[in-house]
């Protein structure tokens, strides 16, 4: 099957006006259509994308986060973490603790039953990602998340 170019699946008829620009319409689109099969994935389990991040973060520290600390290391920025949080507590995913030393502090952590569900995830996860990008070469794979990094490098600036 003849690969289609970005010009050619949006039905673009002028070329773009400049490479910086069809990159970036590159990266969104690719992401995407690849936030759509993970959200779909996640769905079949009663999450979302970011919920499924914080279980994953919870689970790879081992012990119980505070919520600053959860919020940065998320993959996409969530402005209300606090109902983010709310909703994974309601759904018994995740329970809140307030610090005894200090009130303001709550610490989360995972339940037994996100435990379960994340495990159930990452067999269907693990195929997803070998799906999406299981075409590339490791090189490849190494040379695209060296350019993705490069490019948020000039974000920080």
């Not at 969104?28 to 079949?44: I, Y």
């Not at 991040?53 to 919520?67: H, K, S």
């Not at 603790?97 to 495990?119: F, M, P, S, W, Y």
């Not at 998340?145 to 600036?157: G, T, W």
Request: charged letters at 35%.
């Amino acid at each position: 099957m003849a690969r289609k170019s970005l010009r050619q699946e949006l039905g673009k008829k002028k070329p773009f006006e400049s490479p910086e620009k069809e990159a970036m319409l590159n990266i969104a689109r690719t992401s995407d259509q690849f936030q759509n099969r993970f959200g779909k994935l996640f769905r079949e389990f009663g999450l979302t994308g970011s919920q499924h991040n914080v279980l994953r973060i919870l689970r790879g520290e081992g012990r119980p986060m505070r919520c600053d600390e959860i919020r940065r290391r998320m993959i996409q920025v969530v402005p209300a973490m606090t109902g983010l949080l709310d909703r994974l507590e309601k759904d018994s995913f995740v329970t809140r603790t307030r610090c005894e030393k200090d009130g303001r502090v709550i610490h989360v952590d995972l339940t037994t039953k996100a435990r379960n569900v994340l495990q159930k995830i990452d067999g269907p996860l693990a195929d997803l990602y070998q799906e999406c990008l299981g075409h590339l070469s490791k090189a490849e794979l190494e040379q695209l998340s060296s350019l993705l990094e490069k490019a948020r490098r000039s974000l920080r600036s």
